[in-house]
């Protein structure tokens, strides 16, 4: 069964990137939530007058994957401890925040940040419940896949 999870950690590229290689995901896409303006396009969210994050559809199949196991890669593929962006990217538009659809996913992320906080990790990820998700211009879908280049702002570091 298909089923979508939303991520936020910093510049979508790079997010898209990890995501892509794991097992169950069947499609990801870049591009906006959290925000106020309907169809926000990456210089208004780049702005920082929208509200928005950059943001990480996942569709993934529920049968060869789950959400914990998700959110667990996404803990562990950014910074959740930096407060103001990720990387060098700084800005509102880079925040780390989970988007959840449901309470069983808010849960899981709360243990996770939990766990995370016992071994002295100070997340500051946010919990936000998902809303509309936008869809970034066609130019940034795939960025490193198209442009062979890896991300430069984020890198795996095993946290679990």
Request: net charge negative; with cysteine.
């Amino acid at each position: 069964m298909n089923k979508k999870a939303y991520f936020a950690g910093g510049c979508f590229w790079g997010v898209q990137y990890y995501f892509d290689k794991l097992d169950g995901v069947i499609k990801t896409t870049v591009g906006y939530m959290g925000g106020e303006k309907q169809e926000p396009t990456y210089k208004e969210v780049c702005g920082g007058d929208t509200g928005h994050l950059e943001a990480l559809e996942i569709i993934y199949d529920s049968d060869k994957t789950d959400f914990e196991t998700l959110c667990k890669y996404f803990f562990e593929i950014h910074d959740p401890t930096q407060k103001n962006g990720q990387g060098p990217d700084i800005g509102e538009q880079y925040l780390s925040a989970v988007f959840v659809v449901d309470e069983k996913q808010k849960e899981i992320t709360e243990k996770l940040i939990n766990i995370l906080k016992v071994k002295g990790i100070d997340v500051v990820t946010k919990i936000l419940p998902a809303g509309e998700f936008w869809g970034a211009e066609v130019y940034h879908q795939k960025y490193y896949e198209k442009n062979g280049h890896e991300p430069y702002c984020h890198f795996y570091t095993k946290r679990f």
